[in-house]
C-alpha cells in the first residue's frame, strides 16, 4: 500500500514538472496557428491574418494579451529568478502619425486579468491609485509614445523599464545600435508602423535586465536600456507573461507581429520575412493591375461620395474648413452631439457660466460616457478660429487635475465643447451655498494641492507654456473622488480678441485679476498665480474675493486677511462652517502663502513650481511675510480701479472723484459696473 502511494506521489512530481517544463520555450512568427494559446481580454484579438492586434484606433481602451499558462520563474529551493529572454516584434499605427496612442508594454504580472487596470495613461497596467505599490508584483518594459509629466516622461518616443509603477526605473529615447562595430546609435521612431524587434533579456548572475532594439533580425551587440536589479522581490514563483496597450484620447493601433520566449538561454530570433506583413504597409509585389483597377473604382465611388457628401453638408450649413480638417481631437456632428444632450434640452442643463451653457450629455452605447457639453455662442467668427486653431494643443494636454477635453464641433457662431463629466460640480457651490453640505478641511486642502499641480502642469509641463487665465472657484470642478481640476484652460483667450480690432480686452473676473493686468494687457504666468492667490484665500476663509455685502473695511478679502494676520488673529478668518475643525499649520501655510500670492508686486508672488513643493512641505515657506499692497496707500488695486474705470466707462468723470475710495457709494457703483462689462 505504502509502496502504491509513493508511487502515486512520485508520478504526481513528475507530471507536475513536465507540466511546467512545457512552458520554457516557445515561438510564435504570427498568431494564426491554432496551437497558439494565448489569453485576451479588453479589444485585443487575433485578426484573419495572424496578427494580434492589442488595440485599434478607439479612443480610451486597453487591450491585454498573456501567454495562456503561467512559468515558473523562480528556482523552488533558492527563491531565485531564472534567467530568461524573449524577442518579440511590434508595430505601432497612429490615428495622426505626427502625434500617436499611449503605447504598449511587454508585462511580467501575477495575474492574466489585470482587472483594476485602467486605459489611457496608464498602458493598461495600473490605475491612478495602486502607482509604486509593491503589492502589485509587476515588471514591464514599456514602449510609450506620448510624454506624461506625471511620471516624469523624458520624450515622447522611448523605452523604459517600469517596476511595480508608470515612473521608469531607467528610461531611453528609442534607438538602436548599427554598424561595423555595432556602436553607430541610431534614433527610431516607435510610432513610423515600422516593424520594430525588440529584445528583453534577464541574465540572474549579473542581476541584469537589457533592453535591445533593432530593424532587422539580428541582435544588435549593444543594448539601448540596461538595468541592474533583483527581480525576486518583484516576481513570484508564477508569473504570466504578455503585453498589454491603451489609448488615450488620441489613439493608435498596437500591433505584435511575433514573439519567441526561452527560461534559462537565449531566444530564437525571429525572421521579419517570415512574419505577417504590417497592415497599411502592402507588399509591393502584390498583383498590380487588381489593385490599379480597385484604386479607379474607389476613386469614383469616392468622388461620388464625396460630392455627395459635400452637397449634403452644404444643405446642413455645417461648412468644414480645411484648417478645421487638421485638428486633432475629436471633431464631433452637431447631430451626435444634439442627440446627446436631447436636443439641448433645459432638464440636461448642469450650469450657466461666463462663456456658455453647459449641458449634460450621453454619448455612445456599451459602454456608454456621460459628457459636459459646452456650448459657446460667440459674435465674433475671427475669435472662433483662432481657438479652434489652438484646440489640438489644449486636448494634448492631459493632467489628472485637468479637466480633459475629448473633442468639438462648430455650427455657424456656435462652438460646442465636450468635456470629461464631473460628478460633483464646481467648488464654489461647496463653499458659498448654504445648502450644500461643506467641505472639511481635509478636501479643502487636497483640491488645493490638486489645482496647484494642474496649473503647474500648465506652466511648465508642457511644450510650451499655456497661461489658464481664469483661475477661480467657478473653474474648479470636483471629481468623482472630490480630486479638484481646472476646467477651461485656454477659454479665456476666446474673448480676448475683442470685436475692436487692436484693443485688448481684459479677460477674467474682478478679484482674480492681477493689478499689473489691466495695464500691460498681458496674461502671464504670475497674473495666474495672482488669481490662484485669491482661490487660496478663498477656500480657508469661505468667502468670496470681493463681497459686496461685507462692510467697506472687508469689502476685499485680501486686505481683510492682511489686516488680522497683522493683528495676529488670522484664525478669525477661517470659514466658520468647519468648525474649528482643521490643521492649524495647514491653514496658516494656506493663508500665508494666498497672501504672497496676492502681491501687488509681479516679482513678489512665488512661482507655482515654489507653491507645489511648498504645499508639499518640501521647502520651508519664508519667516517675513510682506504686505501684498496697501491699497489705499500706495495706489496699487485702487489705481487699477481707476485707471480701468476712466478708460472704459468713466472718461468724463474727474479721477479724484475715483480717488475717494472704495467706502462711497459712487465706488461701490463702479465695482458693480466693472462686474457687468467683464461678464462675471
Ligand atoms: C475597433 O474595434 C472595435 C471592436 O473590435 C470596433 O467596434 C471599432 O469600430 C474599431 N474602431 C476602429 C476605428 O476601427
Ligand atoms: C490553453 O491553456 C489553458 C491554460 O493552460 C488550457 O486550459 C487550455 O486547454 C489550452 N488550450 C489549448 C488549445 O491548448
Ligand atoms: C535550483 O537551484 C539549485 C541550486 O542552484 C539547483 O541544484 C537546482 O537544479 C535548481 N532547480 C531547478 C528546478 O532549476
Ligand atoms: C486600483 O487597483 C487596486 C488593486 O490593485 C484596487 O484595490 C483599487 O480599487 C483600484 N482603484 C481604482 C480607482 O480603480
Ligand atoms: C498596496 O495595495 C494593497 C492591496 O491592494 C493595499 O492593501 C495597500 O494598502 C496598498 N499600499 C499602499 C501603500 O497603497
Ligand atoms: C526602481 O525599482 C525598485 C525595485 O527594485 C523600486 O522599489 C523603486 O521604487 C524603483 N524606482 C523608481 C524611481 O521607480
Ligand atoms: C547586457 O548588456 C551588457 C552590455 O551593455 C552586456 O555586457 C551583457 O552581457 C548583457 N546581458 C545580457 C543578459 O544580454
Known amino acids: 500500500m505504502a509502496i502504491y502511494l509513493v508511487l502515486f506521489f512520485f508520478s504526481l512530481t513528475l507530471l507536475s514538472s513536465q507540466a511546467s517544463s512545457q512552458t520554457d520555450e516557445f515561438t510564435y512568427s504570427g498568431f494564426s496557428d491554432p496551437k497558439t494559446n494565448l489569453t485576451l481580454n479588453g479589444v485585443a484579438l487575433i485578426d484573419n491574418d495572424g496578427i494580434l492586434r492589442l488595440t485599434n484606433e478607439t479612443s480610451r481602451q486597453l487591450g491585454h494579451a498573456f501567454y495562456a499558462s503561467p512559468i515558473q520563474f523562480k528556482n523552488s529551493t533558492t527563491g531565485a529568478v531564472s534567467s530568461f529572454s524573449t524577442c518579440f516584434v511590434i508595430s505601432i499605427h497612429p490615428e495622426y502619425p505626427r502625434l500617436g496612442g499611449h503605447g504598449l508594454a511587454f508585462t511580467v504580472a501575477p495575474t492574466k486579468e489585470l482587472k483594476s487596470a485602467l486605459p489611457s495613461q496608464y498602458l493598461g497596467l495600473l490605475n491612478s491609485s495602486n502607482g509604486g505599490n509593491s503589492s502589485n508584483h509587476i515588471f514591464a518594459v514599456e514602449f510609450d509614445t506620448v510624454q506624461d509629466f506625471e511620471f516624469g516622461d523624458i520624450n515622447d518616443n522611448h523605452v523604459g523599464i517600469d517596476i511595480n509603477s508608470l515612473n521608469s526605473n531607467v528610461s531611453a529615447a528609442a534607438a538602436y545600435f548599427s554598424g561595423d562595430d555595432g556602436s553607430v546609435k541610431n534614433d527610431l521612431n516607435l510610432k513610423g508602423g515600422k516593424p520594430i524587434v525588440a529584445w528583453v533579456e534577464y541574465d540572474s548572475a549579473t542581476n541584469l535586465v537589457n533592453v535591445t532594439l533593432s530593424l532587422s533580425s539580428t541582435k544588435p551587440r549593444i543594448p539601448v536600456l540596461s ?32 514573439w519567441s520566449f526561452k527560461m534559462n538561454g537565449e531566444t530564437k530570433s525571429l525572421d521579419l520575412g517570415s512574419l505577417p506583413s504590417v497592415p497599411g504597409i502592402k507588399k509591393k509585389h502584390t498583383r498590380l493591375i487588381t489593385t490599379i483597377s480597385i484604386t479607379a473604382i474607389c476613386f469614383i465611388l469616392g468622388s461620388i461620395l464625396l460630392a455627395v457628401f459635400v452637397i449634403k453638408k452644404i444643405k446642413n450649413r455645417e461648412v468644414i474648413e480645411s484648417w478645421e480638417l487638421e485638428i486633432v481631437p475629436h471633431r464631433y456632428k452637431y447631430q451626435e452631439l444634439k442627440r446627446a444632450t436631447k436636443s439641448f434640452k433645459d432638464s440636461e442643463l448642469l450650469g450657466t457660466g461666463g462663456f456658455g451653457r453647459v449641458y449634460r450629455g450621453t454619448l455612445g452605447r456599451n459602454p456608454e460616457t456621460q459628457v459636459a457639453v459646452k456650448r459657446i455662442s460667440h459674435e ?38 465636450v468635456y470629461d463629466f464631473m460628478p460633483n460640480g464646481s467648488l464654489d457651490k461647496f463653499l458659498f451655498e448654504e445648502t450644500q453640505p461643506t467641505l472639511n478641511w481635509e478636501q479643502r486642502f487636497k483640491i488645493i494641492k490638486g489645482v496647484a499641480s494642474g496649473l503647474l502642469y500648465l506652466h511648465e509641463g508642457y511644450e510650451q507654456i499655456v497661461i489658464h487665465r481664469d483661475v477661480k472657484a467657478s473653474n474648479v470642478l470636483l471629481d468623482g473622488e472630490m480630486n479638484g481640476r481646472l476646467g477651461d484652460f485656454g477659454l479665456a483667450k476666446l474673448y480676448d480678441h475683442g470685436s475692436n480690432p487692436g484693443t485688448t480686452r481684459v479677460v477674467g473676473t474682478l478679484g482674480y485679476l492681477a493689478p499689473e493686468l489691466p495695464r500691460t494687457g498681458r496674461a502671464t504666468t504670475g497674473s495666474d498665480v495672482f488669481a490662484f492667490g485669491a482661490l487660496l484665500l478663498e477656500v480657508a476663509c469661505g468667502r468670496r474675493p470681493i463681497e459686496s455685502k461685507a462692510g467697506p473695511d472687508d469689502l476685499v478679502l485680501v486686505d481683510y486677511v492682511w489686516n488680522k494676520w497683522k493683528e495676529g488673529s488670522v484664525l478669525d478668518c477661517v470659514d466658520g462652517r468647519m468648525k474649528g475643525d482643521f490643521d492649524e499649520n495647514e491653514v496658516l501655510m494656506v493663508l500665508k502663502l494666498g497672501l504672497m500670492c496676492s502681491s501687488n508686486e509681479q516679482k513678489g508672488r512665488p512661482s507655482m513650481r515654489q507653491i507645489v513643493s511648498y504645499l508639499d512641505g518640501e521647502i520651508e515657506m519664508p519667516e517675513v511675510l510682506r504686505a501684498p499692497g496697501t491699497f ?45 462689462t467683464l461678464n462675471i
Open 632 to 676: 489705499r496707500e500706495d495706489g496699487g488695486f485702487e489705481d487699477y480701479l481707476h485707471s480701468y474705470a476712466s478708460s472704459s466707462f468713466e472718461k468724463t468723470s474727474s479721477s479724484n472723484q475715483n480717488r475717494k475710495g472704495l467706502k462711497s457709494s459712487s465706488s461701490q457703483n463702479s465695482i458693480s459696473k466693472i462686474e457687468t
Open 227 to 258: 538595468l541592474q536589479v533583483d527581480l525576486s522581490p518583484i516576481f513570484q514563483e508564477n508569473m504570466f507573461i504578455g503585453f498589454s496597450a491603451s489609448t488615450g484620447l488620441l489613439a493608435s493601433s498596437h500591433y505584435i507581429l511575433g
Open 380 to 417: 465674433s467668427n475671427q475669435g472662433v478660429r483662432e481657438f479652434v486653431s489652438e484646440i489640438s494643443t489644449i486636448g494634448r494636454l492631459r493632467h489628472r487635475n485637468l479637466v480633459q477635453l475629448h473633442g468639438w464641433c462648430r455650427r455657424g457662431a456656435d462652438l460646442l465643447l
